[in-house]
């Protein structure tokens, strides 16, 4: 798959610029903290950066299907750069916030595009393991990121938001000179220039698709605001096994995303999504009974490698259910539903986590194990219905005809 000079060249630049943006993790609310950013302050950025990144999902994906995907890429990496530079001249906390803000919409034109490049350069035989790869070089950029970040940190913040903007520049650089967009077909340009139904937007393949990434984010927005927190202060974890912890869920990521990306080409998808998400669910309720963090390590291991067998099987369904010319705003409106998990993940786990620290593990646990059941069989109707259709539809073609309907489907 490699081979795919597209699908290299995206997972590259995908890398390098997740390796900038895990660089300035570890510091950058230590720096705001050292220009007078209060906890309010601090709190006020996060939630900037979620709601933009939110609110310019479907819009970014929007301009990319008109406008182009490569172009919106270097848009977004370079506006990131630019970004991540102005750190260094900010003196007022409150601009940090504003700042953050800026950021998630920048950032929001970046994903769409490069997952709609893939799903234009694979064909839909090949997804799972195409989004395999990709799943992996991501998780590689948030493994280097953060490690990279520290070490340059301790000559100095400012080397950290440096080395960001050096990371999203080599980003560019791939994106350039190594992705080679086709000129559109009048029939394909004819298809990015119709009006795309909400109907349409969020037909059953569509919602369940939705309603999976919601699911999957609602511990990501638990993981960015009280991880540290609740492994440091109930787990007795120090920072270091803090950091071995998140290594122990990205290193089984990386290794076995590929090998799911390939099963998932193979078997039916909304199996593997049941089977594999529904098998998480327990993994929230030893999060939430330990008292200890090796069996918590132990289960971020295991997580990583029943989570890199689901993924995938999400993405390609997305992709092979996305039509050709709305495929980035469908991106968009995936990674928006994401961040709204994210969002309702982190506000609800913040006021649980008052009650009691166990609490808001289990409720993520019951939640996604919901968003799977039923993401999962709108997944299943959506294939059932697909196949009943080209059954039919191949009944009355000529054989030569019959890749064609499939892919139309």
């Known amino acids: 798959m490699l081979r795919n000079r597209t699908l290299l060249a995206v997972s590259l630049a995908v890398c390098a610029s997740y390796t900038g943006i895990g660089m300035v993790?570890?510091?950058?609310?230590?720096y705001a903290q050292s220009r007078g950013a209060s906890l309010a302050i601090i709190g006020a950025m996060a939630s900037s950066y979620l709601i933009s990144n939110f609110l310019f999902q479907y819009p970014s994906g929007w301009l990319a299907d008109h406008w182009g995907r490569k172009p919106m890429m270097i848009l977004s990496l370079f506006a990131q750069a630019i970004l991540s530079a102005v750190y260094l001249w900010i003196s007022d906390p409150v601009m940090f916030v504003v700042l953050r803000f800026a950021e998630g919409a920048v950032a929001a034109a970046f994903l769409p595009s490069a997952r709609a490049l893939i799903t234009d350069a694979v064909p839909s035989a090949k997804r799972g393991e195409a989004f395999g790869i990709f799943s992996a070089f991501f998780n590689i950029g948030f493994l280097l990121g953060p490690a990279l970040g520290g070490l340059l940190a301790a000559t100095g913040y400012a080397s950290a938001f440096i080395g960001a903007v050096i990371f999203r520049l080599v980003a560019i650089v791939i994106v350039i000179t190594m992705i080679h967009v086709r000129i559109q077909t009048s029939q394909e340009a004819q298809a990015v220039a119709r009006p795309v139904s909400l109907r349409t937007l969020f037909k059953i393949a569509l919602a369940g698709a939705y309603i999976l990434t919601f699911g999957d984010f609602l511990?990501?927005?638990?993981?960015?605001?009280?991880?540290?927190?609740?492994?440091?202060?109930?787990l007795g974890a120090a920072v270091t096994v803090i950091g071995f912890a998140y290594m122990m869920w990205a290193i089984p990521t990386i290794i076995v995303s590929p090998i799911g990306g390939r099963v998932a080409d193979r078997r039916r998808r909304s199996t593997?999504?049941?089977?594999f998400g529904l098998a998480q669910v327990p993994l929230y309720a030893i999060y939430g009974s330990a008292n200890t963090f090796l069996p918590v390590i132990i289960a971020f291991v295991i997580h990583g490698v029943v989570?890199?067998?689901?993924?995938?099987?999400?993405?390609?369904?997305?992709?092979?259910?996305s039509m050709a010319g709305a495929r980035a705003r469908i991106q968009g409106l995936f990674s928006a539903f994401g961040l709204a998990g994210g969002f309702v993940g982190a506000t609800g786990s913040s006021l649980f986590y008052v009650l009691n620290f166990r609490l808001p593990l289990y409720t993520i646990g019951v939640a996604f194990g919901i968003c799977v059941l039923t993401g999962g069989i709108l997944v299943r109707i959506s294939e059932s219905r697909s196949n009943a259709s080209t059954r039919t539809d191949i009944g009355n073609v000529k054989p030569e005809e019959i890749t064609t309907i499939h892919e139309t489907i």
Do not use: C, E, N
């Open 307 to 321: 989570y890199s067998f689901m993924q995938p099987a999400v993405d390609a369904h997305l992709a092979s259910s």
């Open 219 to 234: 511990y990501i927005g638990f993981d960015i605001s009280l991880t540290p927190l609740w492994m440091h202060d109930h």
């Open 25 to 30: 993790v570890p510091v950058r609310v230590l």
């Open 272 to 275: 593997l999504i049941l089977i």
